[in-house]
Each structure stands twice: as C-alpha cells, then as structure tokens.
C-alpha cells in the first residue's frame, strides 16, 4: 500500500523541492495543493528576484553618478520601464515554476489541486468540498508581511516591498522603519531611483548585526554619505499619524522624543510564517518557539513537516531548499522505520546591500560566533582600498574578515565590498569542506576582485606559522 503525501504550498520554492524528491517515489501517493494566483513561489514574485529587477536599474544611475570619469546629463530611471521589465520577467519564471509542480500531475501517482487548504483535524485537510487524510503532510506556506503593531499605523497609508515591486510614483520624501534586509536593499533604491529625501528608522544599534564589530558601521556611513539619507539606529518608532502632507513618526531615539515627517511611510519590518487560516487550532500543532525540530517534523506531530519560511527558523531561500530534501528523505525513513536525518544550515547569507554596489556577505563563523562556540582561532583583515584591483574598477570602499581555527581550518568569511557575493560560493565551499587555508591553491588571475581572498589567505597563512613559531619558541 503507498505512503499518502500532502504538500501544503507546492508552488513555493521549499513546497517544489519536496514535491520533486517525493514524485520520483513510485511507492508515494502525492497530493499537491497550492491556491496561488497565478502561483510560483514568493521568492519569483514578491522577493529576491523582483527586487534584483530595482535594484539592477537603480545601481546603473548610481554607478554613472558616482563616477567623476563620466561627463553628461545624468539619466533617470524609468520607472514604469522598471516595472513593466520585472513584470515581464517575474510572469516567465512563475510559470515555469506552475508548470514544473503541475506537469509532476502527470504521473499516476501525483495529483494537483489548486485550493486553499485548512487543517480540520490532525493531518486531516479539506480543500473546498474536498477531504483529505493523508499519512504524511508538509507545511510549506511561505511567509507573509511583518508590519508591527504601532499605534496610529493601521490609520495612515503604509507601503511595503510589495508595493514599492509595483510603484511608478513616489513622494518627494520617505520614513523607513527596518534596515535588515529588506530595508537595506529597497532603501537605496527609493533614494536613488525614485529620488527621495530617506530617513531610515532601525531598533537595532547597528546594521546587519550579525556581523563583527565595524562592518555595520561602515554600512551606515556608506548609506549616509553615499544616498545621503538620515539613518537613526537604536531607534524605535512609538507612534504614527496622519498629516496633511503625508505622515508623522514619533521615535524614541535613544532616549529621546523625535518627529519624523514625511510624504510617505515604508515598511520593511521582515516576514513572519504564513500561517494564518490554516486551521492549525484544530489540531494537536502548537507553532511556537522550536516548534520544528531539526529533522523538520513538528514537534506536536511527527508526521507533520514544516519546511522554508513557515518555519520561522531562517526565511532563506537556499535554507528552504535544503530543509525540503531533509524532509522528503526524513518522510521516506520514517514510512521504512529507519533513522532520520537533521539538518543545520552553516550560516550563508548575502545581502545585496547599497545596491548591489557593496553587497554584505556572512559565511559559516564570524569571529564573535567562534569564540561563543568556544572555538580557538585566529581572523586576519584587509581593507578594498589596499587592493589596486578594486581601486581600478572604481570600487574601493569595504572590508574583509576571514575566520581560521588555529589548526588552519577556514572556518568564516565576511565581506562588505564589491562582488563580495559572488565570492560566497567559493567561501562556502572553503568552509563545508574544511580546507586548510595553507593548502588552498593561489589560483586568483589577475585584475580580478577575488584577489581580497589571496590577500586573506595568505595573511592567514602567515599568522598560523607566526603563532606556531612562538609555541615552539615557548617550549625551548
């Protein structure tokens, strides 16, 4: 008898990955359930790729404006251009994605039901006048909008990244409260492509906080002299009103009242599990703190998968894939009786910060995260501006951090400079293999920005021997 799967959110990119694993089991029956509209996922439609479509446009007039080398009228970015190109793109791709996810209907064993689906007991699901008891079911709803509970904010207009994916217009001027990812990456485009005066509002007394100490810094005053925006950390927004121009916000910046007036307020607080509507009151699930364990079940109910974003462990799109493969093989161990796997994700992120210009890579272990973990190591540091490459293609702002145990092995890298993202593939595969950074080839070719990692490697290299002389020094 087979095995009945249901995957709740089978467009998106964690419900797609486990419906691909699974179809390719003859001895899973597969239902797929998804009420998209069109569909395909929210990372294709209101994420990470319309948002490289602004951001793309934006640093293009940024990249003429910055350079003194460039005589002329400045361009300006068009707007309804803009949109018009990310729509056209961001259709292309959801459908393929529809496609792929429906065509696994195909099989004898897979069906397709475009619905919503409600939980009205445990692992017992309806969509419209359909029933569903399957053995096994897969949460994978994606994430919604996070917009906080401040008081006034439900009485005035307030846009978020899915409005400005769409906007054509703009006011003159903008409050933006959040500067995690999201705001870090839209901001610079409201500023640059749309031309407004941005005061940015962020909690948090630095940006990307997961980095060591002076990478945020630099952030900042990069957005403050670069866009010229007015950035307030350990600030927290207290109240919101209408006026006749626009909006007011209140802050308490730290420790003081301040007003912010501008035409518009932008939100970019972050994501939260989408959860809503889905009945899990009905059934024994409590989506609480670590209410998903590392195998990807439920902690209520051990044939209940919980994977990508509705999670709320780390609304990351690669995260989500991998989680996706944990779960699909772990729902195949669990039907044989076998062991099952758990997955944590080595830290991996990017951020395509001051458009893309000076994007913010983390790989694997920052120094403070190290020496939490009770690792000993060492972490070596250059500066972009001691790099002539960087210098020659007019890019010389930003650093760069490796983290070595003191047995060579590379254990994290961060970057916060120009094509520092493109170099997070090589870095993760430096960390997940534990290379010893004396044995990775210098294999840079020159004038290429990859030559910062040279530049790391080698310092490594020489403060391990350094430190390894001394030790020996010591012991005679």
Known sequence: MKTHVAIVGAYGSAGGAVARELAADPEIELTLIDDGDPGGGLCIQAGCMPSKELISAAEHRFAARADDRLTGSLPEVDLERVVQQKDEHTSNWAAGRRNGIEG?????????????????????????DRRIEPDYVVVATGSTLDVPPIPGIDDVPVQTSADVFDATEFGDSAVVLGLGYVGLELAPYLSEAAGMDVTGVE?????????????????????????????????????????????????????????????????????????????????????????????????????????????????????????????????????????????????????????????????????ESATAAGIEHVTVDTAAADDGVFKAKDAPEGRARLVVGTDGTVLGYQGLHYHADAMAKTMQLAIEMELDVREIPDRAYHPTTPEILDALLSQATEKLDARESNQVDATR
């Open 203 to 367: 909690v948090l007394p630095e940006l990307v906080p997961e980095a060591d100490d002076g990478f945020g810094e630099e952030l900042a005053e990069h957005y403050r002299d670069a866009f010229d925006m007015d950035l307030l950390l350990n600030a927290e927004a207290r109240q919101i009103e209408e006026t006749d121009e626009g909006v007011a916000v209140t802050v308490d910046h730290e420790g003081e009242a301040q007003r912010l007036e501008a035409d518009q307020l932008f939100v970019f607080t972050g994501r939260r599990p989408n959860l809503d509507g889905l009945g899990l009151e009905k059934t024994s699930l409590s989506p609480e703190e670590d209410w998903v364990a590392d195998t990807m079940q439920a902690r209520d109910d051990d044939r209940v998968f919980v994977v990508g974003d509705a999670n709320g462990r780390e609304p990351i799109l690669h995260v989500g894939k991998h989680q996706a493969t944990t779960a699909a093989n772990n729902i195949q161990a669990h039907r044989s009786g076998e062991s099952l796997e758990s997955y944590q994700s080595v830290h991996h992120h990017v951020i395509f910060s001051a458009l893309g210009r000076l994007p913010f890579v983390r790989v694997g272990h920052s120094a």
């Open 104 to 128: 696994l209907a195909d099989r004898d064993h897979v069906e397709f039901i475009h619905g919503t689906a409600q939980f009205v007991d445990d692992r017992v699901i309806e969509v419209g």
